[in-house]
Structures are given as structure tokens and as C-alpha cells.
């Protein structure tokens, strides 16, 4: 048995600390210039995909529910942890376009 189990990130209005990160580093960039490095961010975390989303779980059919409980929970944390470490790679990525940026002007 094969599952896919999606782990949607929730629709907040509040903005993140990670995106107060971003906004503290774009402050130094010109209005105009900061979407095209936002968009090349997007494009670092969109090259990461499915990795960070999902997951496939092979389970016997026949596995006793508390197994399942458990193979879930620890899909779960580890989901977590994908979660902060993606986070990171976005906090250090944008700090490297800002970085170019200001070395290409």
C-alpha cells in the first residue's frame, strides 16, 4: 500500500517571522529590483518541490493501526524538521541575493 500524505502549509494573514526576515533584508533593495529577487527566491524554493511536501509511505495492508499511528507521527516530525531547515535555506538565500545584488551595483 502506497500513500501520498500532502502536508499543506495553513493560509495565515498575519506574515511570519520568516517574512519579516525577508522584508528587513529587500528594505535595502530599490522597490523596482525587489520583486525580480523575491521571484528568484520563489524559484529556490520551488526547485526543492515535492521534498519538503510530501511523502510515500509503503504500509502492509494488514499493519496494526497503532504502527500506522506511529509511522505517521514520526512522518509528521520529520516533516517539521524539513519545515525549519527549509526556513533556514530561505533566510540564507535571500541574504545571498541581497548580497549580489549589491555587488552587481
Known amino acids: 500500500m502506497s500513500e501520498i500524505i500532502?502536508?499543506?502549509?495553513?493560509?495565515?494573514?498575519?506574515?511570519?517571522?520568516?517574512?519579516?526576515?525577508?522584508?528587513?533584508?529587500?528594505?535595502?533593495i530599490p522597490r523596482q529590483d525587489r520583486e525580480k529577487l523575491r521571484f528568484e527566491?520563489?524559484?529556490?524554493?520551488?526547485?526543492?518541490?515535492?521534498?519538503?511536501?510530501?511523502?510515500s509511505l509503503n504500509l502492509p495492508e494488514d499493519s496494526h493501526e497503532t504502527f500506522r499511528k506511529q509511522i505517521y507521527d514520526i512522518a509528521h516530525q520529520e516533516h517539521d524538521r524539513k519545515l525549519r531547515m527549509l526556513k533556514d535555506i530561505m533566510r540564507l538565500k535571500i541574504k545571498v541575493l541581497v548580497a549580489e545584488y549589491q555587488q552587481r551595483k
Open 41 to 55: 527566491l520563489i524559484k529556490t524554493i520551488d526547485s526543492y518541490d515535492a521534498f519538503f511536501t510530501e511523502w
Open 6 to 28: 500532502p502536508f499543506p502549509v495553513s493560509n495565515r494573514q498575519q506574515k511570519s517571522d520568516l517574512d519579516l526576515v525577508i522584508d528587513e533584508a529587500l528594505k535595502v
